[in-house]
């Protein structure tokens, strides 16, 4: 009997584990309703959302500073949404991370990056937060090689 009970808590055990294991990825596959969920890099609304933060960018000086730029024309650079997320509100709240190249997307060109919360509010665009946060460009590397 004694043997019973043990192997019967071992496997009650093992059951919990295995199903607390797949909830979990559930859980991770599952959007939460009004939560972050992760969007295609190259959706329109993500392009949008990348080059509006990188012209609000090219205007903070800390930015500019920062990364070096000597040019301020947001069509001198090529940007790559390296991460991409959107929530749902009154409007959408883009979570990007993006890294920003002069003239080509190449490793060498990386001028460095930034992480933003753009909120398009039915053509609105405006970046929310405490506006632009710089990426340097090794940062930038590290977050490709992730």
Do not use: W
């Amino acid at each position: 009997m004694k043997k019973f009970c043990v192997s019967f808590v071992l496997g009650i055990l093992c059951l919990f584990t295995m199903l607390n294991g797949s909830s979990a990825e559930i859980l991770e596959r599952r959007n939460v309703v009004g939560g972050y969920s992760r969007v295609d890099a190259q959706d329109e609304g993500v392009v949008n959302a990348a080059n509006f933060a990188l012209t609000i960018a090219l205007k903070q000086t800390s930015f500019t500073e920062k990364l070096g730029l000597l040019e301020l024309n947001p069509n001198d650079y090529e940007l790559q949404v390296l991460n991409a997320s959107q929530q749902v509100v009154a409007g959408i709240n883009y979570k990007l991370t993006v890294a920003v190249f002069h003239d080509t997307v190449q490793s060498e060109n990386c001028v460095g990056g930034f992480e933003v919360v753009v909120y398009n509010h039915f053509g609105d665009l405006r970046v929310t937060g405490e506006q632009v946060k710089i990426l340097t460009s090794d940062e930038v590397r590290l977050k490709i090689e992730e």
